[in-house]
């Protein structure tokens, strides 16, 4: 009898340990996506540089701009960020400890990375003018508004409630994908009006204010949150994938960027129409 019990403690702690380690498993998955967010900011970090060898420069060493890669390794912390989310639903792991974490992960990989691409961008651009390396540096450190703003939204995030079936603002990731897919489409094309764009100041305090803007505003955004799958629910996604195989197609890497846009307008017109048949009824 006394076996029989011992044997019962023993399966029980057992389990409480194995169900321990089952929810550190979704924990994994998010600091995998913090790790490949500290490899982005590395890469972006180690600008382009021509080195010589000998004093005469007849030996030279080209080595190139890596802030592609930063494209790469931002990617695969978006694909990581939505495993752990669903390696939690699927082993019932969820916790509110997983909550915070994914938070701090997501405001590194998807906030600070893309800023430092945009602060880097903003620095090649202003490089093209005429003593533009002596900008100031708060004309470069604006880049890290995006970081901030996604930061806010972030926080936001972990204290409502009431987005179980939707955003409320442009989701931090998406925000972040959108931005780094700019090094790709700059790397890959032979385009001199989009080079000419990429380089241009102007253009990339516009990205720094929508984006931030889209954020921290309550606009309300599609998610991948619903209860019963139909095809009406899926049509808005439908239409963002159509829009962005399509764009890939003929631009390529433009896809990103388009998807992104497509998304936010696909967002605000289907939610609009749900608003107005909510307020007939």
């Not at 600070?112 to 100031?136: H, K, T, W």
């Not at 996604?150 to 204290?159: C, E, T």
Request: with cysteine.
């Amino acid at each position: 009898m006394i076996d029989n019990k011992q044997q019962t403690a023993d399966n029980s702690g057992q389990s409480t340990v194995d169900r321990g380690l089952l929810k550190q498993i979704p924990n994994i998955f998010t600091l995998l996506n913090l790790f490949f967010g500290c490899l982005a900011i590395v890469v972006i970090m180690q600008s382009g540089l021509t080195i010589s060898l000998d004093d005469n420069a007849q030996q030279v060493v080209d080595i190139p701009e890596k802030m592609v890669y930063a494209s790469m390794f931002i990617g695969i912390a978006a694909i990581v960020d939505f495993l752990d989310g669903f390696v939690a639903r699927l082993l019932k792991a969820s916790s509110e400890m997983g909550k915070q974490l994914d938070s701090l992960a997501d405001v590194v990989s998807f906030g600070v990375a893309p800023g430092m691409i945009i602060y880097q961008f903003l620095r090649l651009g202003y490089s093209q003018q005429e003593n533009g390396l002596d900008v100031n540096a708060l004309w470069l450190a604006l880049a890290f508004i995006v970081p901030c703003a996604g930061a806010y939204r972030l926080a936001r995030f972990n204290i409502d409630t009431s987005q179980s079936t939707g955003f409320k603002g442009v989701p931090i990731p998406a925000a972040g994908l959108f931005v780094a897919a700019f090094p790709l489409i700059y790397f890959n094309n032979h385009s001199i009006f989009v080079n000419d764009l990429l380089l241009n100041k102007w253009f990339w305090y516009g990205v720094i204010a929508v984006v931030s803007y889209l954020m921290v505003s309550t606009l309300p955004m599609l998610a991948l949150k619903f209860k019963g799958v139909t095809f009406k629910k899926l049509l808005p996604f439908i239409i963002i994938l159509i829009a962005s195989i399509t764009t890939a197609l003929f631009l390529g890497w433009v896809a990103v960027p388009v998807g992104f846009l497509v998304y936010v307008v696909v967002s605000l017109v289907f939610n609009s129409q749900q608003s107005t048949v909510n307020s007939r009824q």
